[in-house]
């Protein structure tokens, strides 16, 4: 980690590492992952990303781990780590055509942008089973809407700001909506219930019609 990282604690057994950007929190978040597997994390029993931070849990120590995680040397999320998770789309979103403006590109070019894209879920929140998924470029990000939808429906694929997210219930939303899946992102039975976890590796492939 750099000197930008700064170490908080988070009730007893808790610290809350806030990271320069969302790049850099990934980047921990998967740091830490690696290390739990290896079975240097012992007792660790929450490791929570968000945009820029990341919440660890069931310290022994927690001070002292705040000092060590300062101090380590964190290597970038590497793309295409392994195989990703491909969600079938109907690219029929009513406000594709207007991306594609945006982007200054056919309807077409964009799906093939969307498609093309290695997304990765960096974090979860605003309903149960939503991902925040980056890796558009700058160059592509995109506004909310002037005035968000009231009620957008399950399914629908979504893109506003660095994000992309797939919507898992219907639910108010400002996003840019491209298309629809039907696979169902969240489902209490199913362990763990969200599809989208963080560090999951995702592709948006187009469904045969």
Same mark, same amino acid.
């Given at each position: 980690?750099?000197?930008?990282?700064?170490?908080? @604690?988070?009730?007893?057994?808790?610290?809350?590492? !806030?990271?320069?950007?969302?790049?850099?929190?990934?980047?921990?978040?998967? !740091?830490?992952?690696?290390?739990?597997?290896?079975?240097?994390?012992?007792?660790?029993? !929450?490791? $929570?990303?968000?945009?820029? =931070?990341? &919440?660890? =849990?069931?310290?022994?120590?927690?001070?002292?781990?705040?000092?060590?995680?300062?101090?380590?040397?964190?290597?970038? $999320?590497?793309?295409?780590?392994?195989?990703?998770?491909? &969600?079938?789309?109907?690219?029929?979103?009513?406000?594709?055509?207007?991306?594609?403006?945006?982007?200054?590109?056919? $309807?077409? !070019? #964009?799906?093939?942008?969307?498609?093309?894209? #290695?997304?990765?879920?960096?974090?979860?929140?605003?309903?149960?089973?939503?991902?925040?998924?980056?890796?558009?470029?700058? @160059?592509?990000? &995109?506004?909310?809407?002037?005035?968000?939808?009231?009620?957008?429906?399950?399914?629908?694929?979504?893109?506003?700001?660095?994000?992309?997210?797939?919507?898992?219930?219907?639910?108010?939303?400002?996003?840019? &909506?491209?298309?629809?899946?039907?696979?169902?992102?969240?489902?209490?039975?199913?362990?763990?219930?969200?599809?989208?976890?963080?560090? =999951?590796?995702?592709?948006?492939?187009?469904?045969?019609?």
């Amino acid at each position: 980690m750099k000197p930008t990282v700064r170490v908080l @604690r988070a009730g007893a057994s808790g610290v809350l590492v !806030e990271t320069g950007d969302g790049e850099r929190a990934q980047a921990l978040h998967a !740091e830490l992952l690696r290390r739990r597997a290896a079975g240097e994390l012992a007792g660790v029993t !929450e490791i $929570v990303p968000a945009a820029r =931070t990341v &919440l660890i =849990t069931g310290l022994d120590d927690p001070r002292a781990f705040a000092v060590e995680v300062a101090r380590w040397d964190v290597p970038p $999320v590497a793309a295409g780590r392994g195989q990703a998770l491909e &969600l079938p789309v109907r690219f029929d979103g009513p406000d594709l055509a207007e991306v594609a403006e945006r982007w200054g590109v056919t $309807v077409g !070019e #964009a799906v093939r942008i969307v498609r093309g894209t #290695a997304f990765r879920v960096a974090f979860c929140g605003f309903s149960p089973g939503f991902g925040y998924l980056t890796g558009l470029p700058e @160059r592509l990000r &995109l506004p909310r809407r002037g005035t968000p939808r009231t009620a957008v429906p399950a399914g629908s694929v979504a893109l506003a700001g660095p994000y992309a997210g797939v919507y898992p219930r219907s639910s108010p939303g400002g996003w840019q &909506l491209i298309g629809t899946t039907g696979v169902p992102l969240w489902d209490p039975a199913r362990e763990p219930a969200a599809l989208l976890v963080p560090g =999951t590796d995702v592709r948006f492939t187009e469904e045969a019609r």
